[in-house]
């Protein structure tokens, strides 16, 4: 359904954009310009441009439309599938492969490749765009995720996720030498004030996140870490790490300004996986291998600080 929103402006000399940006919850700068471009936000009921400076008590009504809807299309990418049966598969997702297709990722995505795989045969609750995808890994994170093939498997993995029963492993490689052998960030995770595009530690509208942490070996400068999820909150990971001061080697969002180019995005990798089946009720756990870009990473580390 198509919404209006009403503001009035508490802001001198800050750019249209920019204010909306902060007052629209879950829109990007770009969509918010695309918003203006397209004539759907009037100050004190007349046009502005994106870069109109705001006056205290401006009136700005923002008109957003219907989203035009995407058509998931199938496409003939290839699945590394770890397993599969009638209800539910397990697949190995490469870096750098979106889940499903959005604005800005049309085709070439996960959902793309599934609908060629298994074409009408994937549990249609999260819509023609995500069909079948229970949770999700970012685009450039590797590893392991269950898709649903059935409404009744998608209903019984998305309550395992909220009674966090459902086991899941990450590796990655983080900044600077950890001390502690294990240890547990237990810090709530909400959309960053500052960067909507972001996540952030914040006690403002955020949600419970915990990550159990333990090394696996000390590079240097740098440390390879076990991450056990016991919450899934968006960037959970890459968040928790940047806060203790480690943020993930390559991560070109959360991580220093002069990111590891070689990595092409952050060095992280969902590597075990552990559910009930939510038919058959058997317990099922898989591992993956560490991918050639993790690996390579290693062994760099391990030529330049020594076993």
């Not at 989203?67 to 598969?89: H, K």
């Not at 590597?271 to 560490?290: A, M, Q, R």
């Amino acid at each position: 359904m198509p919404e209006t929103f009403n503001f009035v402006c508490e802001q001198n000399s800050v750019r249209l954009d920019r204010l909306l940006c902060d007052l629209l919850d879950g829109f990007t700068r770009s969509a918010v310009q695309r918003l203006i471009d397209d004539g759907n936000v009037t100050v004190n009921s007349g046009s502005a441009a994106k870069n109109y400076k705001t006056k205290i008590g401006d009136n700005i009504e923002v008109f957003v439309p219907d989203a035009r809807p995407l058509e998931a299309v199938a496409q003939n990418i290839p699945l590394d599938i770890v397993y599969e049966d009638d209800d539910l598969l397990v697949v190995n997702k490469p870096k750098g492969m979106v889940v499903h297709p959005a604005n800005g990722n049309p085709d070439g995505t996960l959902v793309n490749a599934l609908l060629y795989h298994c074409g009408d045969s994937l549990s249609g609750i999260n819509g023609i765009i995500r069909p079948g995808i229970v949770h999700r890994i970012d685009k450039d994170t590797s590893g392991l995720l269950i898709v649903a093939k059935s409404d009744k498997a998608h209903i019984g993995l998305a309550e395992q996720i909220k009674e966090h029963s459902f086991s899941r492993a990450y590796e990655t490689v983080v900044y600077g030498n950890i001390n502690e052998d294990s240890f547990t960030v237990c810090q709530p995770i909400g959309r960053d004030e500052r960067d909507r595009k972001k996540m952030a530690v914040t006690p403002r509208n955020s949600k419970k996140a915990i990550t159990h942490f333990e090394v696996i070996k000390r590079y240097g400068e740098f440390t390879h870490l076990r991450c056990i999820l016991e919450t899934g909150r968006t960037h959970q990971i890459r968040v928790h790490c940047a806060y203790i001061g480690h943020p993930v080697a390559g991560d070109p969002v959360y991580g220093p300004k002069k990111v590891i180019t070689r990595l092409e995005g952050q060095c992280l990798h969902a590597k075990h996986i552990g559910f009930v089946h939510p038919v058959t009720d058997e317990y099922l756990e898989f591992e993956s291998e560490l991918p050639d870009y993790f690996k390579s990473f290693l062994n760099y580390l391990n030529n330049k600080y020594g076993e």
